[in-house]
């Protein structure tokens, strides 16, 4: 039997009334499994097939599926490839609950790791996703989680919510706000949770909540959508923290509030509230600004099949592709705009990682097919032997990209980035 806080049991108790013993008994079993599937690279039925697993549809999530217990991601080259990424069930459910135009503007507000993010590009049918995170250490595994599930229409800033907010004023179809929180329902996958938690921190969050929210609202545009969602289950964060914004801003009103438990749900648990902002909603209008000429990528991207974009060449020699846009938009540190093609060195044009992982079938036209134990050793940092065309490629598993190589008199140089390689 796990041991928890004697305060927060207690508030449970009276908080649940009838359903505690149910809830107590689900706080003391494993921790469930889920993934949500990428439909940018995959779809239910394919990764099914691929994954020699049934997958059932989430209530959560229409695009998510619970896993058993002893799935391990690392055990298929998929999990590398972006064919789906792991996340518990109950979390999946406030970005499945945006209401998204087509060619919409998204602002993920607090976006790391980067699951939500990844859910809402895979449901944006063209646009422009804002993908935030304060602390930059997190800004950058949120970067790397979207490359590897081949978004290529974010821009990831690390930002305070008031700076960015600010920024994107009155221009945002839909803002989702996964606030930090007390963290309650991570207690039975999450020890730290647990010894983290008091009825102060508790407080302490719901100040900081009300402040995000306030920020927030600002970028929503008239006719947006404003999801709110925590993994806690006090009261001060959740209900009351959403009546304290709706009794300040008139203009917002509640189209919803949803409750997840572990003993009601397939995942951990989740609070949400989805709200509107009074007023008709205007389309944004997209362009797509004057291209760089690149030399050096010219000649590399006869071989490649790029989404809709501007290229900019940056100072440092990295290439971007850039998405279409409905504004200028500058004085918010961004850590990635678009898709990162290369760099160029000297005369050459060297690719990045992220232009392999990018869309649904690799964009390269050069590749090479791996088998199971091939790719395996590919993900961790070998060298393989195997004619294929000289130059570079995409070193692909049942038809999808790993990453790169360069090939050589039947020898494929690994490309793919260290940090990213499975340990041996």
Request: charged share 25%.
């Amino acid at each position: 039997m796990r041991s928890f806080p004697e305060a927060f049991l207690t508030r449970m108790q009276s908080q649940l009334g009838a359903d505690y013993p149910a809830f107590f008994q689900a706080l003391n079993e494993s921790p469930k499994k889920a993934l949500h599937i990428n439909t940018l690279k995959t779809d239910r039925a394919e990764l099914s097939d691929l994954l020699h697993l049934p997958l059932p549809v989430l209530s959560e999530n229409p695009d998510g599926a619970p896993l058993p217990l002893d799935f391990n991601p690392n055990a298929t080259p998929l999990h590398a490839a972006g064919l789906f990424y792991m996340q518990e069930a109950t979390a999946q459910a406030p970005a499945a609950l945006l209401d998204l135009p087509d060619a919409p503007v998204v602002l993920d507000l607090c976006a790391a790791p980067g699951g939500k993010s990844a859910q809402i590009a895979a449901k944006m049918r063209g646009g422009v996703l804002f993908s935030n995170e304060i602390v930059p250490s997190r800004a950058e595994v949120l970067l790397g989680n979207l490359e590897r599930m081949g978004v290529c229409n974010a821009i990831v800033t690390n930002a305070e919510p008031k700076t960015i907010c600010g920024r994107l004023k009155d221009r945002c179809d839909a803002v989702l706000v996964d606030a930090p929180c007390a963290g309650e329902s991570m207690f039975r996958k999450d020890e730290q949770a647990v010894r983290d938690w008091s009825i102060e921190h508790v407080e302490t969050c719901a100040v900081r909540q009300r402040a995000i929210l306030e920020d927030a609202q600002k970028a929503v545009k008239p006719g947006g959508t404003l999801v709110y969602s925590t993994c806690s289950f006090s009261p001060q964060e959740n209900e009351e923290t959403v009546r304290h914004f709706l009794d300040r801003h008139t203009d917002f009103s509640l189209v919803g509030m949803r409750r997840y438990y572990p003993h009601t749900s397939a995942g951990e648990g989740q609070f949400l509230a989805v709200l509107v902002r009074e007023g008709e909603r205007v389309p944004s209008v997209f362009s797509i600004g004057r291209s760089d000429r690149v030399p050096a990528f010219d000649a590399f991207s006869e071989a490649v099949r790029l989404p809709e974009g501007q290229i900019r060449l940056l100072k440092d020699g990295r290439v971007l592709l850039l998405p279409p846009m409905p504004f200028p938009f500058e004085g918010v540190k961004i850590v990635r705009a678009g898709l990162l093609l290369g760099e160029v060195r000297g005369s050459r044009f060297e690719p990045a990682h992220a232009l392999a992982a990018a869309g649904r079938e690799t964009p390269f036209l050069r590749t090479c097919a791996l088998s199971f134990d091939e790719a395996m050793r590919y993900l961790k940092g070998e060298t393989l032997f195997k004619d294929a065309e000289k130059g570079y490629g995409a070193a692909t598993y049942m038809g999808h990209a790993l990453g790169f190589y360069k090939a050589s008199d039947g020898m494929l140089k690994n490309h793919y980035p260290k940090g990213l390689r499975l340990l041996k």
